[in-house]
């Protein structure tokens, strides 16, 4: 089983502020935006080499983040997005479904949410609202954050507006949750980007370089990948 990072086919475009590759939206530190089509879900992709510290899901930083699944699960996957990321919303729809009914349901992996928002303003502001939902409402993160995906508009568009988030958090969580999660953003503003920026840079210092990007044992694997990489890699740490 090799490990590290997760290697596959080629690249498929490069852009000025940023490298789409393949289902990753590569970040060179600054804000990018992508215009090509989402490619095909059997599409597979290259992953970038990790220049840095090698992949090791016991040094990611856990304490505090968002997560689904049973808290003493055997397997750990850090999960870093971007909320405005299209390959993102292609492994929210296609991929991570099946990671939740095989592994999370049935307590073998808990999936920990880390921030990599990296695609402007809503990008941020989604993060901060994702921060505050799991401080009142854990039990419904996920949903929620499902709910952002399934409503996901065009990267840099202005599509998740204050109006916007608060009409989908208030299908999750209804008026009263809401509220209180619009003061927490209000209140934590600073808090809650400072650590999406630490998120941010303990994902660059174990070698990731775009959205979605995925910690399995100590494997790092970069791109909207086949649900058969990600299990490949579940059962790896499982036997």
């Not at 592994?103 to 990008?123: E, M, P």
């Not at 209000?186 to 808090?191: E, P, S, V």
């Not at 370089?209 to 790092?220: A, D, E, M, R, V």
Request: aromatic share 10%; charged share 15%.
């Amino acid at each position: 089983m090799e490990t590290g990072v997760q290697k596959l086919a080629t690249p498929i475009a490069v852009l000025l502020a940023g490298i789409a590759i393949g289902g990753a939206v590569l970040w060179n530190g600054q804000h990018a935006s992508t215009s090509q089509s989402v490619p095909n879900p059997q599409q597979q992709t290259q992953a970038q080499a990790a220049p840095q510290t090698t992949a090791d899901i016991s040094k990611v930083n856990t304490t505090g983040e968002p997560f689904l699944g049973s808290a003493d699960a055997p397997v750990t996957i850090a999960y870093w997005f971007d909320y405005q990321c299209p390959f993102c919303h292609q492994n929210e729809e296609t991929v991570m479904p099946q990671i939740i009914k095989d592994y999370v349901d049935t307590g073998k992996v808990k999936i920990v949410f880390k921030d990599f928002q990296f695609l402007g303003d809503d990008s941020q502001r989604l993060g901060q609202f994702a921060r505050a939902v799991w401080a009142i409402a854990p039990d419904k993160f996920y949903a929620w954050h499902k709910a952002i995906y399934d409503n996901q508009g065009k990267e840099n568009t202005g599509w998740a507006t204050e109006t916007e988030i608060l009409a989908i958090t208030k299908q999750v969580l209804g008026a009263d949750l809401t509220n209180k999660a619009l003061q927490l953003v209000t209140t934590n503003q600073a808090t809650y980007q400072k650590e999406m920026d630490a998120d941010k840079a303990e994902g660059s210092s174990f070698g990731v370089t775009g959205t979605p990007s995925f910690i399995i044992g100590k494997q790092l694997i970069i791109g909207a990948q086949p649900y058969a990489t990600i299990k490949a890699a579940i059962d790896a740490v499982l036997k």
